[in-house]
T-cell receptor, first 114, second 113 residues
């Protein structure tokens, strides 16, 4: 275990469903991130949170809605997704948002939209 | 130009050989450089970080950084089949409110027994 826990590990949802991805970190970090990983593409940064405040939103469609109730928890709420949204969604954390150190990743949620 | 470029591979090496993985980046002011290993179906795992020019060794892994050439590499000595994975290069990019990590597409390494 890396100290960053994601649930569920796998999710299949229809285009009209609403679901949420959960991330929890036990590292005492102050920054948390959502990344999307699609085949043959680099990891795409979606959202950045610093101490529960969203500090970056990389032009992500509104069908993805993040929530950070405290510095240890991060959610990604999903609704009316498209098949092209099928991907591995990774949560990560770091000591600070301006940290020069690397990120610690969770195990990811494999999302399939049907 | 892509911000972080890697050869997608696959890079195939025999067991016991040296595997050499390369990465170039476009942002001259980048200060932190990382190599992550990702096994199929798993999440990326940080294996090396380097911040200054030169070599940094950790066990069988050596990271090399040349900021003038905007080039970072990872050498794996005595490659083992368990090293077979995708290796992601990541660069700490400046700008905006965060020093966010920018990732390359990764190089698939296959170590043949």
């Amino acid at each position: 275990e890396t100290g960053v826990t994601q649930t569920p590990r796998h999710l299949v949802m229809g285009m009209t469903n609403k679901k949420s991805l959960k991330c929890e970190q036990h590292l005492g970090h102050n920054a948390m991130y959502w990344y999307k990983q699609s085949a043959k593409k680099p990891l795409e940064l979606m959202f950045v949170y610093s101490l529960e405040e969203r500090v970056e939103n990389n032009s992500v469609p509104s069908r993805f809605s993040p929530e950070c109730p405290n510095s240890s928890h991060l959610f990604l709420h999903l609704h009316t997704l498209q098949p092209e949204d099928s991907a591995l969604y990774l949560c990560a954390s770091s000591q600070e948002v301006q940290s020069i150190y690397g990120y610690t990743f969770g195990s990811g949620t494999r999302l399939t939209v049907v | 130009q892509k911000e972080v470029e890697q050869n997608s591979g696959p890079l195939s090496v025999p067991e016991g050989a040296i595997a050499s993985l390369n990465c170039t980046y476009s942002d001259r002011v980048s200060q932190s450089f990382f190599w992550y290993r990702q096994y199929s179906g798993k999440s990326p795992e940080l294996i090396m970080s380097i911040y200054s020019n030169g070599d940094k060794e950790d066990g069988r892994f050596t990271a090399q950084l040349n900021k003038a050439s905007q080039y970072v590499s990872l050498l794996i000595r005595d490659s083992q089949p368990s090293d077979s994975a995708t290796y992601l290069c990541a660069v700490n990019g400046l700008g905006g409110a965060t020093n966010k990590l920018i990732f390359g597409t990764g190089t698939l390494l296959a170590v043949q027994p």
